[in-house]
């Protein structure tokens, strides 16, 4: 099992900034994809960033040039760095960790619980 835990959402102005992290706990895999997804109300969660064990990432189009994926292995945590926030952003921010290191859990998913995030004036 793992656990996740989000932290840093509020409310910000549009053109603020805000960063996300997310700290992983229990039964972790040395070969793993973290990742950040949204869902704003009313509508589909949807796949923002990601960024794997070894470092790559992607990024939404909606996002690219505005948000930053890092992580820290050692501390098992990965953060998401919000840049020209805008109303459109506003929603719930939700931490994924995929298992993809090989063996009889590769793929499993574990989701945080969410964090909100919104953007207005």
């Known amino acids: 099992q793992v656990q996740l835990v989000e932290s840093g959402g509020g409310l910000v102005q549009p053109g603020g900034s805000l960063r996300l992290s997310c700290a992983a706990s229990?039964?972790?895999?040395?070969?793993?994809?973290m990742g950040w997804y949204r869902q704003a109300q009313g509508k589909q969660r949807e796949l923002i960033a990601t960024i794997t064990s070894g470092g790559s990432t992607t990024y939404a189009d909606s996002v690219k040039g505005r948000f930053t994926i890092s992580r820290d292995n050692a501390k098992n945590t990965v953060s998401l760095q919000m840049n020209s926030l805008k109303p459109e952003d506003t929603a719930v921010y939700y931490c994924?960790?995929?298992?993809?290191?090989?063996?009889?859990?590769?793929?499993?998913?574990?989701w945080g619980k969410g964090t909100l995030v919104t953007v207005a004036s």
């Open positions: 229990g039964t972790l895999s040395r070969i793993n994809t």
């Open positions: 994924l960790y995929t298992n993809t290191d090989p063996g009889p859990a590769y793929g499993m998913d574990y």
